[in-house]
């Protein structure tokens, strides 16, 4: 192997490399983990064809089916565009600049990630109804009735505001891994703090942005609560009403099965976004931007979407919670539930985590097209509507593997299918910055791959698989269809405390569980913003 | 099949590796001090997951009820507790959304671990019946509840009442103001002043009642008439009766005991009044939340005896008192300011006829209600 330039950046896909073999150590684990992700999928199958191609004829012709996948992707497509234009100023703004107090702002920009859509978008619809609460504030100025807020650009508002964080993430990080001593070259031959940004800076993050993004599309997909709330009939719902008209499993699984080719469709163009540049440059503190005059329009960018995306579900919350305490409603015990929700997140993470990292190594130490297809399997889990993955393992579960049905192993595994490639992605990022030298050269010094691979290669790639365990511990503590039909009987968390007392909408005593989710959600998600300093 | 057997084989291949992976090691949290650090704040003193195992030998009031509870534990939570005190069963409940919980059934097969499942409405019941998956109940239980509670076929046995009403605000509102007939409020002078909720289970059922009553034309010409009016959209009864405590809509179709879980949440007065349409009325009418024992179970003694509880007077007295639902059975005291079940002139139609849930989603979408 020639040893690597000295160049900032250099192609690590340059395909001139010697071909390798990966060692079965890679490559079993991760056959293993892909044939468990292929199991919805089978499922998925083997409903939707089981009445003969006839059905699947009937679901695919109707003009319904047609105008529900077209929703779907042009919800998919607006949600990930307004994310990307959301995230990427305020990741901007939060590393490079001087603007003030960054850190916390990068902190309580990423927060909006922990509010579970079903909260989020149920104080959406109260606060900003055509007589909600807002109106109720803007009343004194004359405004009766604010309009409707149903149906697209609803759940476009309420998906963006509380999954932009996923770009937002993504791109923080890429801006603090990569070297900006290309930016300083750029500034230092002239060109302005605009001109570099887009030409430099924008560039060098696509990666990032793309990789974001993709979460924020496969998330609109699979999301149910935002949709359901906000009336827009996206696959999501769709599959819901089907269960809950038909009790026919048949037409559900015909549509999680178009979503599924959607999913692929959406990986087929992502693939060829994400170009093949990998950068291991040195990182280090780029010198901030002097943000001058311009600090106040960008202080009223964090402060706006800040106000909107956290500051207004934590407030409604607070309110409702005050308002049943005045009441005489009396704050229950939650500790149990937290432990529970602590206990199945931290399972759920750790494993996301370990069974990221073969993937991950092989996508980016052995690129392929066999290495590159496992990568993008663990996609298709996390676009299917938690509802739809959870009935496939119930499936299975009931009929094939009585004896892990309803315990917390198969609860985690179902964690683990829905939300790998939050791990995988991270893992993947973190990888791309580790040189390929320093593993190479630990072989020469008569290390064997295993073990390089546990005392070199995780170790210099631990944050972006901390990174990773955190985003899986954070949207299984959110998690609801799956814990609900899969966990021990008897098993509670804060997710199904809270649903428990909205679905008989106690609101009063579904705002503690809620707050203490988003608060125990909070803390990881701090770390792992402070955490990307040294990182 | 032969497909879905390979996948199956793929399936406990990979769980057991899975298990050897994950269980044979030492406790998780010991994974090398690198990915588990993330963790390592948590507690995890929590050692839920034990079995379920099932006494074999079953006399009544011993071994395990599994029940699937559509409805909530904040409502029905207290009943599973009395019942397990009474009779020494072991209770274990899996709270879920009542459809969710009948595609779960459906799914799981000859293998359910249920033994009962208490449903929100007599649709989901009425498809696992369909389905031959709920067993004849027997006759002392189906006859403590008058007939339009339970299924034709005895297979299903309502639990408590639900009354559909017309909420309205009494600021702006007298009873006399109000429509003899829910067909009424399709006149133009109810324009924006109404709220519903279409998403929600029992106004569907209420529309599929409509198809039944006033066939599938007229329930086409009311949605579409109140279409017309152009009636605010909630996402539940409870945000539609605040919408008319806030006088965003002066009237809402809602279930009767919304009104009280309003008063108290706000813990005191709300300017909303429950009227009940009269004269066998399709708005007046009157819904249950039921219950069947599967085919599958492996307890149904305990079912049938859990189902004898939630019919006895301690339980049916619960229901009035603490949900402010209507007590199926007679005999039973409730909330003075409910009107009894026996005079609320509800139209002449079975529950169990109200199946048709496909049709009744069909024609909200065709009219743009959905």
């Known amino acids: 192997m020639t040893g690597p330039p000295a160049a900032l950046t250099e192609t690590l896909r340059g395909g001139k490399a010697p071909r390798k073999r990966p060692p079965v150590l890679l490559t079993l684990p991760a056959a293993l983990v892909v044939a468990a992700l292929m199991l919805p999928i089978a499922y998925l199958v083997v409903r939707s064809f089981e009445s003969g191609w006839e059905t699947v004829a009937e679901v695919l012709l109707d003009g319904e089916t047609l105008a529900v996948l077209g929703r779907s992707a042009l919800l998919a497509a607006t949600v990930t565009g307004a ?182 469709t959406i990986l087929l163009v992502e693939g060829r976004t994400r170009g093949r540049a990998g950068y291991y440059g040195r990182a ?105 993955l959870a009935l496939s393992l119930v499936f299975f579960g009931a009929n094939y593997a009585p004896w892990a049905y309803q315990t917390l192993g198969l609860l985690v595994f179902a964690y683990v299918v829905h939300f790998l490639p939050q791990a995988v992605g991270a893992t993947r990022s973190a990888l791309l910055q580790v040189r390929p030298s320093v593993e190479e050269a630990a072989r020469g010094l008569g290390r064997g791959p295993a073990s390089v691979l546990a005392t070199v290669t995780a170790p210099l790639a631990s944050s972006g698989i901390l ?7 954070l949207t299984t503590m959110k998690e609801l269809p799956a814990t609900l039909l899969l966990s021990p009987t008897g098993f509670e968390t804060l997710a199904t405390r809270v649903w428990s007392a909205t679905s008989e909408a106690f609101y009063a005593r579904a705002a503690a569980p809620a707050l203490l989710l988003i608060l125990l959600s909070a803390v990881p998600m701090y770390l792992l913003v402070i955490r990307e300093r040294t990182g | 099949m032969r497909l879905s057997h390979l996948v199956a084989l793929a399936f406990a291949t990979a769980l057991a590796l899975w298990a050897l992976a994950g269980c044979g090691q030492p406790p998780p949290e010991e994974g090398g001090g690198r990915t588990a650090s993330e963790t390592t704040g948590e507690t995890t003193s929590e050692t839920t997951g034990e079995e379920t195992t099932v006494a074999e030998a079953l006399s009544p009031g011993e071994g395990t009820l599994v029940v699937y509870s559509g409805r909530s534990e904040e409502l029905v939570g207290p009943i599973f507790e009395q019942f397990e005190e009474r009779s020494g069963v072991d209770v274990q409940v899996r709270y879920g959304d009542t459809a969710e919980l009948a595609a779960t059934i459906l799914e799981e097969g000859d293998n359910s671990p249920a033994d009962l499942f208490f449903a929100q409405d007599p649709g989901a019941l009425g498809a696992l019946d369909d389905e031959g998956r709920l067993t004849e109940l027997p006759r002392e239980i189906l006859d403590r509840v008058p007939p339009r509670f339970r299924a034709d076929d005895g297979d299903w046995v309502g639990t408590s009442g639900r009354a559909r009403v017309v909420a309205y605000n009494t600021d702006e509102l007298a009873e006399a103001d109000l429509p ?104 007046a009418l009157v819904l249950a939340a039921g219950a069947g024992v599967l085919d599958s179970a492996e307890n149904p003694r305990a079912a049938e005896s859990f189902l004898e509880f939630a019919l006895s007077q301690e339980a049916q007295q619960y229901f009035a008192d603490e949900t402010v639902e209507y007590p199926l059975v007679e005999g039973v005291e409730i909330d003075e300011e409910l009107v009894p079940l026996d005079q609320i002139q509800s139209p002449e139609i079975d529950l169990s006829d109200l199946d048709d849930l496909q049709g009744t989603l069909e024609l909200l979408r065709e009219t743009g209600v959905l």
């Open chain 1, 284 to 388: 280090r503190e780029a010198r901030p931007v002097v943000l001058g005059r311009w600090r106040w329009p960008a202080l009223l960018l964090c402060g706006g979407v800040v106000a909107v995306s956290l500051a207004a579900p934590v407030g409604v919350l607070l309110f409702w919670l005050l308002r049943g305490l005045l009441a005489g409603e009396p704050l229950r015990t939650l500790w149990h539930a937290a432990a529970s929700s602590l206990y199945a997140s931290g399972l759920a993470a750790v494993f996301a985590a370990l069974a990221a990292l073969p993937i991950a190594v092989l996508a980016v130490r052995f690129p392929g097209k066999l290495s590159g297809l496992a990568e993008r399997a663990t996609y298709l889990g996390y676009a299917l509507p938690g509802i739809v």
């Open chain 2, 180 to 283: 003899d007939s829910i067909l009424d409020f399709t006149d133009p002078e109810w324009g924006g002043r109404i709220g519903w909720a279409p998403t929600n289970g029992s106004f569907q059922a209420f529309v599929t009642a409509l198809r039944e009553l006033e066939g599938e034309e007229g329930a086409r010409e009311w949605l579409e008439g109140i279409q017309a009016n152009d009636p605010f959209a909630y996402p539940d009864n409870l945000t539609a009766i605040e919408g008319v405590a806030s006088g965003e809509v002066d009237v809402a179709f809602v279930n009767h005991y919304y009104l009280y879980q309003v008063q108290e949440e706000r813990g005191g007065d709300v300017p909303v009044a429950n009227y009940y349409l009269q004269d066998g009325d399709p708005g």
């Open chain 1, 83 to 264: 994310s990307v234009v959301l995230a990427v100023p305020l990741a901007w703004l939060t590393t490079r600049t001087d603007l003030p107090a960054r850190r916390t702002w990068a902190v309580l920009a990423a927060l909006p990630l922990v509010i579970p859509s079903y909260v989020g978008g149920f104080v959406l619809v109260s606060a900003l109804g055509p007589r909600g609460m807002l109106q109720g504030v803007l009343e004194p100025l004359g405004v009766q009735r604010l309009p409707e807020i149903y149906g697209f650009p609803g759940a476009t508002l309420a998906l963006t505001i509380f999954s932009y964080p996923y770009v937002f993430l993504t791109v923080r990080a890429a801006l603090r891994g990569t070297d900006p001593a290309l930016e300083e070259a750029s500034r230092s031959l002239g060109s302005g703090a605009w001109a570099t940004f887009f030409r430099v800076t924008l560039p060098q993050m696509r990666p990032a942005i793309v990789a974001g993004g993709l979460l924020v599309a496969l998330y609109t997909l699979s999301d149910f609560g935002a949709v359901s709330l906000l009336q827009y009939d996206s696959f999501a719902r769709e599959i819901y009403l089907q269960y809950r008209s038909a009790f026919d499993r048949t037409p559900a699984a015909i549509l999680a099965l178009m979503l599924v080719l959607l999913t692929a």
């Open chain 1, 467 to 473: 990174a990773g365990a955190a985003l899986v511990f």
